[in-house]
């Protein structure tokens, strides 16, 4: 079916466009200097001004970033590790204290005495 088609087409013969036809066809296909916009962007990327905003929210983000200043450290003097540690075994002491008075405290270690029935 398709070679019935081909050869259709390869026995018409060839007509060329009226002028007036073609003038008004390549007219309306070229766009008028007046209706293309003439700005920095649409010499590289015409009509994509979301890819601009875009890269202008970027560098304000970059700029925010290198110009805020950083966070301040703390102005007290710094612990120690055994400082830190001793600090946190009191914490967990008096936690364990709330939670069940009758703990012992032996060395570094917190024990709580075995559970016996109530009866």
Known sequence: MTDDLEQQL?????RPLPTAWRREILAAAI????QSPSSFL????????????LAALWLLIFAFHFTTPDVPRPSGP????????????????????????????????????LHRPRS
């Open 78 to 113: 710094g612990i120690t590790i055994a400082q830190f540690k001793a600090i946190q075994f009191e914490r967990e002491w008096a936690i364990a204290q709330l939670q069940e008075p009758e703990l012992r405290i032996e060395g570094n270690r917190i024990s709580a005495p």
């Open 42 to 53: 649409s010499f590289f990327y015409p009509g994509h001004y979301a890819t601009a905003a």
């Open 31 to 34: 766009p008028e200097k007046s």
């Open 10 to 14: 390869q026995r018409l013969r060839f």
